[in-house]
T-cell receptor, first 113, second 111 residues
Framework: EAQVTQNPRYLITVTGKKLTVTCSQN?????MSWYRQDPGLGLRQIYY???????DKGDVPEGYKVSRKEKRNFPLILESPSPNQTSLYFC????????????FGQGTRLTVV | AQSVTQPDIHITVSEGASLELRCNYS??????LFWYVQSPGQGLQLLLK??????LVQGIKGFEAEFKRSQSSFNLRKPSVHWSDAAEYFC?????????FGAGTRLTVKP
């Protein structure tokens, strides 16, 4: 079954404690991305990756890092989380950027206290 | 760059009533157009998409959308809403190697 798997689904952490949210896809997609969803703002792109070792900033990259060492995995790293990063995060993958259907993970609800 | 607007933040309809969710986009040419649904606690799932051709597109779960170039719109419709359709709906526009999502419309279904 085609899927994008994110872990964990829920996470509560304290300010400044580094965390990683994992994302893995089994569709051999070249394009992967991370979004955050906040009420009234819809989905905003954090980072994206066009292929292995190719990553770029989206609209709201501050405070986040990503890496793409393998095609299937695209982890999101918060080196020093702050309360304004409390949000619902989604990983997505697609064949290419812009014109292809995006497949989404189930989301990670992050609370930073 | 393209942009997309969903004018309605929240819509309430009665079960069995018809539904129309609005989506307007801004782009110089015809972009790729999508509607996604997000059920509570879930990720986004594709309902339908428009790339070219017939401007009336059929999707899953009985949804359809119509592309109107003159109005730069891609409205989502369903003739008879079911309680299970309560969710958040996102319109998305793909163009120039980029994808933009609207802010979403939350649908509440009254019994």
């Amino acid at each position: 079954e085609a899927q994008v798997t994110q872990n964990p689904r829920y996470l509560i952490t304290v300010t400044g404690k580094k965390l990683t949210v994992t994302c893995s896809q089994n569709m051999n997609h070249e394009y992967m991305s991370w979004y955050r969803q906040d009420p009234g703002l819809g989905l905003r792109q954090i980072y994206y990756s066009m292929n292995v070792e190719v990553t770029d900033k989206g609209d709201v990259p501050e405070g986040y890092k990503v890496s793409r060492k393998e095609k299937r995995n695209f982890p999101l790293i918060l080196e020093s989380p702050s309360p304004n990063q409390t949000s619902l995060y989604f990983c997505a993958s697609s064949l290419y950027r812009g014109g292809a259907e995006a497949f989404f993970g189930q989301g990670t609800r992050l609370t930073v206290v | 760059a393209q942009s997309v607007t969903q004018p309605d933040i929240h819509i309430t309809v009665s079960e069995g009533a018809s539904l129309e969710l609005r989506c307007n986009y801004s782009y110089g040419a015809t972009p790729y157009l999508f509607w996604y649904v997000q059920s509570p606690g879930q990720g986004l799932q594709l309902l339908l998409k428009y790339f070219s051709g017939d401007t009336l597109v059929q999707g899953i779960k009985g949804f359809e959308a119509e592309f109107k170039r003159s109005q730069s719109s891609f409205n989502l419709r369903k003739p008879s809403v079911h309680w299970s359709d309560a969710a958040e709906y996102f319109c998305a526009v793909g163009a120039d190697n980029d994808m933009r999502f609207g802010a979403g419309t939350r649908l509440t279904v009254k019994p």
